[in-house]
């Protein structure tokens, strides 16, 4: 089910055909909901046999939920046809996180087998390559960067993600990427501004800053 941001601009596009054999013009009301709520309508104009895309306009309602959508198609006046989508919308608030993995990161082997207890994760670590790795998210409100505490507990395998503590401004996102080996931390960036999708998955590649959608 496709979702989006309550208030957020979007276009719906519906393909309208004329089957007839003589031109007609059309008139197409988009609405929205269980009240068939009005978002948007338009005038169109198709000759006989043709086919077109038709834009809508629409601003999506702020309360969230499950909307379902119609269309209705008429000619001077005439309803011809009672439409309804074959997926409904969803209407969410936006959490303001992302998922990051990261590439380019100095790695170690960890022989593993062991469990770390005595931590709140009791986490058994297997053999394997680890990047011991964390990312520190700007918050411009604050003035300064924090970490998520659920990143950086015990080892971290290379392919291990990072999300924010809390919401963060996704407009505007700025982080620093710490690492380790038996060389001690180094921190790399900052990197960003970006730009990104709510609840998105990116990459940030370390040596060249480029973030990708994307998981490694």
């Known amino acids: 089910m496709p979702t989006f941001e309550p208030g957020s601009s979007h276009i719906a596009v519906a393909p309208m055909t004329n089957p007839t054999a003589k031109a007609f013009d059309y008139d197409a009301v988009l609405y929205m909901g269980v009240n068939q709520v009005v978002m948007d309508s338009q ?70 087998g062991v469990v770390l207890e005595g931590t709140p994760y009791e986490q058994y670590l297997p053999a394997g390559y680890y990047a011991d790795w964390l990312a520190s998210w700007y918050y411009a409100d604050e003035g300064n960067y924090r970490a998520n505490p659920d990143d950086y507990h015990g080892l971290k395998l290379q392919d291990d993600p990072c999300t924010p503590p809390y919401p963060i401004d996704l407009n505007n996102l700025m ?23 709510d609840g998105g998955v990116y990459t940030i ?12």
Do not use: C
């Open 43 to 112: 005038s169109f104009h198709l000759a006989a046999g043709e086919s077109k895309d038709i834009s809508f306009p629409v601003t999506m309602p702020v309360t969230q939920g499950t909307y379902p959508i119609y269309l209705d198609v008429s000619s001077a006046g005439v309803l011809l046809a009672h439409y309804q989508a074959t997926e409904d919308v969803a209407i969410v608030s936006a959490k303001g996180l992302i998922t990051l993995y990261a590439t380019g990161l100095r790695t170690f082997y960890w022989p593993g």
């Open 175 to 197: 982080f620093t990427v710490g690492d380790t080996n038996t060389g001690g931390w180094r921190t790399h960036g900052p990197f960003g501004p970006f730009v990104v999708k």
């Open 205 to 216: 590649d370390i040596p060249t800053g480029v973030l990708t959608e994307g998981g490694i």
